[in-house]
């Protein structure tokens, strides 16, 4: 495939680790990056990327100390500063001038530190992973945005969480960071989203073309295989009894999953089964996850909160036993519970078709839009579960030829549509339009 010379391609984001959607999709980027030829070094807070080709800055985290009190004072639903609450109303936030102040100050630093990433690894290209999007780093938004404009790299701007799309940036005193630096508009810079929504909103809003790529999975490898010996073990370490469904929730507990409509879906089955969830809440606190335990012990469900026992490479426990990926509970699973209000895209969709698994899924906006009208053959319900969707999901449980006949139609749509031989051939385009094809 024909694209530019090799380049030296720097990731810059908030956080490089763990399994949240931002690092694993940069993972996929990088990985087709290094088939076309080029090399990937990374700019973040946090990083469990080889330490000789990252530049972590502890001030890049959204969870730095300095970054988190500057939200709590910016954003109403992070609290109101008391003593603005007092004289401006409890919805209303000012920003304090000593904020603006540590806001500018933490930028220079982090500009500085972005200077430095580029000579120490001699960059031709940035690609930032929603640190110009979500607006959770201000600092390091403005820092980016000033680099790009004072040095005309080019630049790929990745984004997955648009400020628009969260309600509790809604209300802020920060309307002028947002609009100057999330997104930045400069010639250097190609906008990409991963729906078709989001280029929409974003052309409208800040009159910015941006191409639709979405996420990908591997589909040209299919899934290693997983012994039965591994699934009997990951169902028994999950306390599950011969002739239980394990449900699996593949994703962190945040209200905006939908939990409560697979604790319902458990319920309502009729058959026994444990709900497992995979992850944990996160930096979202812990409210909802008492209120789905609550939930379930309502409805009389059993819930099993499995984030202790999954991690990203097989490795043993340390207080005994075995733990899992993600991957191995997939395997495990005997339906996968994806109901979600709304999602920027749907890793969790795609790993289910990854793994031909039989699928519960709301009909959330971008499945609506950008999914649903590919071909997927899933158990959908749209914001109620009614006797329809549990009579198709009892037919799957029933009939293992049926699911076996949907979850191969369903791999065969990802292989054409949303595999890396599709990101690939995004990526090139993307480089050819920064800088020309190779003569």
Same mark, same amino acid.
């Given at each position: 495939?024909?694209?530019?010379?090799?380049?030296?391609?720097?990731?810059?984001?908030?956080?490089?680790?763990?399994? *949240?959607?931002?690092?694993?999709?940069?993972?996929?980027? @990088?990985?087709?990056?290094?088939?076309?030829?080029?090399?990937?070094?990374?700019?973040?807070?946090?990083?469990?990327?080889?330490?000789?080709?990252?530049?972590?800055?502890?001030?890049?985290?959204?969870?730095?100390?300095?970054?988190?009190?500057? /939200?709590?004072?910016?954003?109403?639903?992070?609290?109101?500063?008391?003593?603005?609450?007092?004289?401006?109303?409890?919805?209303?936030?000012?920003?304090?001038?000593?904020?603006?102040?540590?806001?500018?100050?933490?930028?220079?630093?982090?500009?500085?530190?972005? %200077?430095?990433? =580029?000579?120490?690894?001699?960059?031709?290209?940035?690609?930032?992973? /929603?640190?110009?999007?979500?607006?959770?780093?201000?600092?390091?938004?403005?820092?980016? =945005?000033?680099?790009?404009?004072?040095?005309?790299?080019?630049?790929?701007?990745?984004?997955?969480?648009?400020?628009?799309?969260?309600?509790?940036?809604?209300?802020?005193?920060?309307?002028?960071?947002?609009?100057?630096?999330?997104?930045?508009?400069?010639?250097?810079?190609?906008?990409?989203?991963?729906? =078709?929504?989001?280029?929409?909103?974003?052309?409208?809003?800040?009159?910015?073309?941006?191409?639709?790529?979405?996420?990908?999975?591997?589909?040209?490898?299919? !899934?290693?295989?997983?012994?039965?010996?591994?699934?009997?073990?990951?169902?028994?370490?999950?306390?599950?009894?011969?002739?239980?469904?394990?449900?699996?929730?593949?994703?962190?507990?945040?209200?905006?999953?939908?939990?409560?409509?697979?604790?319902?879906?458990?319920?309502?089955?009729?058959?026994?089964?444990?709900?497992?969830?995979?992850?944990?809440?996160?930096?979202?606190?812990?409210? %909802?996850?008492?209120?789905?335990?609550? %939930?379930?012990?309502?409805?009389?469900?059993?819930?099993?909160?499995?984030?202790?026992?999954?991690?990203?490479?097989?490795?043993?426990?340390?207080?005994?036993?075995?733990?899992?990926?993600?991957?191995?509970?997939?395997?495990?699973?005997?339906?996968?519970?994806? !109901?979600?209000?709304?999602?920027?895209?749907? /890793?969790?969709?795609?790993?289910?078709?990854?793994?031909?698994?039989?699928?519960?899924?709301?009909?959330? =906006?971008?499945?609506?839009? *950008?999914?649903?009208?590919?071909?997927?053959?899933?158990?959908?319900?749209?914001?109620?579960?009614?006797?329809?969707?549990?009579?198709?999901?009892?037919?799957?449980?029933?009939?293992?030829?049926?699911?076996?006949?949907? @979850?191969?139609?369903?791999?065969?749509?990802?292989?054409?549509?949303?595999?890396?031989?599709?990101?690939?051939?995004?990526?090139?385009?993307?480089?050819?339009?920064?800088?020309?094809?190779?003569?």
């Amino acid at each position: 495939m024909g694209t530019t010379e090799p380049r030296r391609v720097g990731f810059v984001s908030t956080r490089f680790a763990g399994t *949240d959607g931002v690092s694993l999709e940069t993972a996929k980027w @990088a990985t087709v990056m290094e088939r076309l030829g080029h090399r990937a070094f990374y700019f973040s807070g946090v990083s469990d990327r080889p330490a000789a080709i990252s530049h972590v800055i502890p001030e890049a985290f959204f969870g730095h100390p300095d970054i988190a009190a500057i /939200n709590r004072a910016v954003f109403a639903s992070h609290g109101v500063a008391p003593e603005f609450a007092a004289a401006h109303g409890s919805t209303v936030v000012v920003r304090p001038p000593a904020v603006s102040t540590r806001i500018q100050e933490l930028q220079g630093h982090l500009k500085s530190k972005l %200077y430095a990433f =580029s000579r120490t690894f001699q960059l031709d290209l940035l690609v930032i992973e /929603n640190a110009s999007a979500i607006p959770l780093n201000l600092p390091l938004g403005l820092a980016i =945005s000033e680099f790009i404009a004072e040095t005309g790299i080019p630049t790929i701007a990745h984004h997955h969480d648009l400020p628009w799309e969260r309600q509790r940036f809604l209300v802020n005193a920060v309307a002028d960071i947002i609009a100057a630096a999330f997104p930045p508009v400069h010639p250097p810079i190609r906008h990409v989203v991963i729906n =078709s929504i989001q280029a929409l909103e974003l052309a409208s809003r800040r009159g910015v073309t941006a191409r639709v790529i979405p996420n990908t999975m591997d589909f040209d490898r299919p !899934p290693l295989p997983v012994s039965a010996e591994v699934i009997a073990a990951a169902r028994a370490d999950l306390g599950l009894a011969a002739g239980e469904l394990l449900l699996l929730q593949p994703t962190r507990i945040v209200a905006r999953k939908g939990i409560e409509h697979a604790i319902e879906f458990a319920r309502r089955l009729d058959r026994p089964a444990r709900l497992v969830i995979s992850h944990s809440a996160g930096d979202e606190g812990g409210a %909802y996850e008492q209120r789905i335990r609550q %939930y379930a012990d309502l409805l009389g469900v059993k819930l099993v909160l499995a984030a202790d026992l999954v991690v990203e490479s097989a490795e043993p426990n340390p207080a005994g036993g075995r733990r899992y990926t993600l991957d191995e509970l997939y395997e495990a699973a005997d339906f996968v519970t994806y !109901p979600s209000q709304f999602e920027g895209f749907g /890793n969790a969709f795609l790993e289910a078709v990854f793994h031909r698994r039989p699928i519960l899924v709301n009909n959330y =906006s971008t499945y609506e839009v *950008d999914l649903r009208p590919r071909g997927f053959r899933v158990v959908w319900f749209d914001e109620y579960i009614s006797e329809g969707t549990l009579d198709q999901a009892r037919r799957l449980l029933d009939d293992r030829a049926e699911a076996a006949t949907w @979850a191969a139609s369903n791999y065969e749509v990802g292989l054409a549509h949303f595999s890396f031989t599709v990101l690939e051939r995004h990526i090139a385009d993307l480089i050819v339009d920064c800088f020309g094809a190779a003569g």
